[in-house]
């Protein structure tokens, strides 16, 4: 079984485009409007170019710490394939994982940052030890995709 997140990776860079278009926009708008002259409900022009600046920063810190990631999953050979990069401006180092079915050891997701950032631990058996790799973002899956990588990792975890 194949599958990605394409249309979500899609997604989210076309919101972070807007969003950024929406509060250029805005603050254009407090910059250049007239009705902003006087006080507006006690609070000046620059008081509302901060609101709105600090607001949009703050939206794209969270997002940020929620770790989005493409990500891509493959099973139909005999090793188990996942590829992923985060959705972030930095830090844009594509990675990927290739586990051989019968050295998949365990997976758990954890969950963290209030229970909305997801994040896959895979262990593999190597030799008569057991290696953990790095966690994976997987916040960008749709909870369908999410249990059906779960449901498929599931197939080849031996006990």
């Known amino acids: 079984m194949k599958f990605d997140n394409k249309k979500t990776t899609i997604r989210v860079y076309?919101?972070?485009m807007i969003l950024a278009i929406f509060f250029a926009i805005?603050?254009?708008?407090?910059?250049?409007?007239?009705w902003f002259n006087k006080p507006f409900h006690?609070?000046?022009r620059s008081h509302l170019i901060v609101i709105a600046a600090s607001l949009y920063l703050f939206i794209i810190i969270f997002v940020f710490f929620l770790d989005l990631n493409y990500f891509y999953f493959s099973d139909d050979t005999?090793?188990?394939i996942l590829r992923y990069y985060p959705i972030r401006p930095l830090g844009r180092k594509k990675r990927?994982?290739?586990i051989p079915k019968i050295a998949l050891a365990k997976f758990y997701v954890k969950k963290s940052f209030f229970g909305l950032k997801k994040s896959?631990?895979?262990?593999?058996?190597?030799?008569?030890?057991?290696?953990?790799y790095p966690p994976i973002g997987i916040t960008a899956l749709s909870k369908a995709e999410q249990d059906i990588?779960?449901?498929?990792?599931?197939k080849y975890v031996r006990p």
């Open 149 to 154: 990588l779960e449901k498929q990792l599931g």
């Open 42 to 44: 006690g609070l000046e």
């Open 78 to 80: 005999d090793r188990i």
């Open 96 to 98: 990927a994982i290739e």
């Open 120 to 132: 896959l631990i895979l262990y593999q058996k190597v030799k008569k030890n057991v290696a953990k």
């Open 14 to 16: 076309l919101w972070k």
């Open 26 to 34: 805005a603050i254009i708008f407090f910059l250049g409007s007239k």
